[in-house]
């Protein structure tokens, strides 16, 4: 049986009809392939290159981040030693770094740069994946509190963001990443708590976990000076021309905001407040019905956290996947060797989704880098396909692989519950995909086929152009705020009309 897959231009051509099963994708595995492709989700940046080469000397937080990174994968590769995690880049660091780059085949000279880097956090994240099945992404809460006398890896990485804090607030002593909840963790916890304002109680459930992630967060990306607490107004309004850590760490927010609102441009966090943060503001100020005068006055500021802060932690992530046009240029140029790219590496992801599939389609390492393995691979999926055989992604290549990835993407799920109210935890919007989209175009339908409202929906499992309108026109017509993206209010409101007789 075949499946009507859709090209990027939304026309349904003669190449367009490939052969793929009905297969269940779950929306963990939408989750994994969305993080891998790394579309904006809104959520805070955990492992992003700082920029500078970690190498025999260096100290600090970043040091920090990748000492836990290098313990964590040392504890499934047999030639890596573990290390303590203090700062301090020295010879067990450095040889650390070594064997960890030689057992991935990177050039082992104990500098971290962003390969070394980019290639250990993947693979780190990769394995926290692992053994934490049940978080779909970075940061999320693992639906249980840890107190003392708990123990495991979820203990070790509330240790280690405890750990980056207390750089940054001196009140917050210095502990240990081992995975034990003890007395010197509750004291930390508390430290943490009184700190931020929370309950001191010593248990790290929803709240401090949240907030923990935040701090944590923002203390890696440099936003915040010594001492300082996210979303604190600099005191003075910011414009063009501001610089510093408040333009940095307001910068930040409204990037993250932008994966929630398509009109927010994507800004760098520079920490330099120029044009394309002015018309990020504007946009933002637009959004929330304020003066749009493109400066950050305490207003504004205080929006544009509170906005971020309510979407982090009661509406959780965008969960979408994205999709390139064919760039002949960027293509050619990787398949020659000649250079690496993004579009390399959503080639790979691509095949590697298909070829959980195919068994003819033999599966990837992401490197970025159009090696043999990865044209031996062009190679089985267009002979899967009947196409020519030629290792090279041409535009007719390119095409065939988008929409098999595309079509698995979007494979009409087997069964959805329409019973049940519960929100799935994350923001639908435009390429979302999967269970939970298919039941929110069932909820539609049913509304519009009692009350008149909108044309009927493909309950096909993903969040297309029709179905961003038809959200879009019942925010209008029930008074909710008109975002085209499904929050948990937009959620909750759609399936109480749903309910309605």
């Not at 414009?239 to 398509?262: F, H, I, N, W």
């Not at 802060?309 to 992530?317: I, Q």
């Not at 298919?438 to 909820?443: I, N």
Request: hydrophobic content about 35%; glycine content about 8%.
């Amino acid at each position: 049986m075949s499946v009507f897959t859709r090209t990027q231009d939304g026309i349904v051509g003669k190449s367009t009809w490939y052969k793929i099963s009905y297969i269940y994708v779950s929306v963990k595995k939408l989750a994994q392939l969305g993080s891998e492709g790394e579309e904006a989700t809104g959520e805070p940046i955990d492992g992003a290159f700082g920029g500078t080469t970690l190498k025999l000397g260096s100290s600090g937080v970043a040091v920090e981040q990748l000492q836990y990174y290098l313990n964590t994968v040392s504890d499934f590769v047999t030639t890596m030693s573990a290390i303590t995690v203090d700062g301090k880049f020295g010879a067990a660091t450095e040889a650390s770094v070594k064997a960890y780059q030689a057992y991935r085949g990177l050039t082992v000279d104990g500098l971290v740069g962003s390969t070394t880097w980019n290639t250990l956090y993947e693979e780190y994240n990769s394995i926290y994946a692992d053994i934490n099945p049940d978080i779909d992404y970075p940061g999320q809460y693992p639906g249980k509190s840890f107190q003392q006398g708990s123990t495991g890896n979820q203990v070790k990485t509330i240790q280690f963001w405890l750990l980056v804090c207390s750089a940054n607030y001196s009140s917050i002593p210095k502990i240990t990443p081992d995975g034990i909840f003890g007395a010197a963790t509750t004291s930390a916890v508390k430290a943490f708590q009184s700190l931020t304002g929370l309950t001191v109680d010593g248990v790290v459930g929803t709240n401090t976990w949240n907030k923990l992630y935040e701090v944590y967060t923002d203390v890696i990306n440099s936003l915040l000076p010594s001492n300082q607490l996210p979303g604190t107004y600099p005191g003075s309004p910011l414009a063009v021309g501001s610089t510093g850590s408040s333009v940095k760490e307001m910068q930040y927010y409204l990037g993250l905001l932008s994966a929630y609102y398509t009109s927010i441009p994507t800004i760098s966090y520079d920490g330099a407040f120029g044009s394309e943060t002015q018309k990020a503001v504007i946009a933002f100020q637009k959004i929330a019905g304020l003066s749009q005068d493109g400066i950050v006055g305490p207003i504004t500021w205080f929006a544009i956290y509170n906005t971020y802060s309510k979407l982090r932690t009661v509406d959780g992530p965008v969960q979408a996947y994205e999709l390139s046009t064919y760039d002949p240029n960027d293509i050619s140029e990787s398949v020659a060797g000649k250079t690496s790219s993004v579009d390399v590496k959503e080639l790979q992801i691509a095949l590697n989704s298909i070829a959980a599939f195919y068994d003819t389609i033999p599966p990837l390492e992401i490197t970025d880098t159009y090696d043999s393995a990865t044209k031996n691979s062009v190679k089985a999926f267009q002979e899967e396909f009947s196409l020519p055989v030629t290792g090279y992604v041409d535009q007719t290549t390119w095409d065939a692989i988008l929409a098999a990835y595309e079509g698995i993407l979007s494979m009409k799920p087997r069964t959805i519950n329409t019973s049940s109210d519960s929100y799935p935890g994350y923001v639908l919007t435009f390429d979302s995909a999967g269970v939970a989209v298919q039941q929110l175009q069932f909820y539609i339908n049913s509304i519009a086929s009692r009350f008149c409202s909108g044309e009927f929906l493909r309950e096909d499992g993903v969040y297309d152009q029709a179905t961003s309108n038809a959200v879009t026109h019942f925010q209008t017509d029930f008074g909710l705020p008109v975002t085209g993206f499904v929050d948990e209010a937009t959620w909750n409101v759609i399936y109480e009309y749903y309910l309605l007789d």
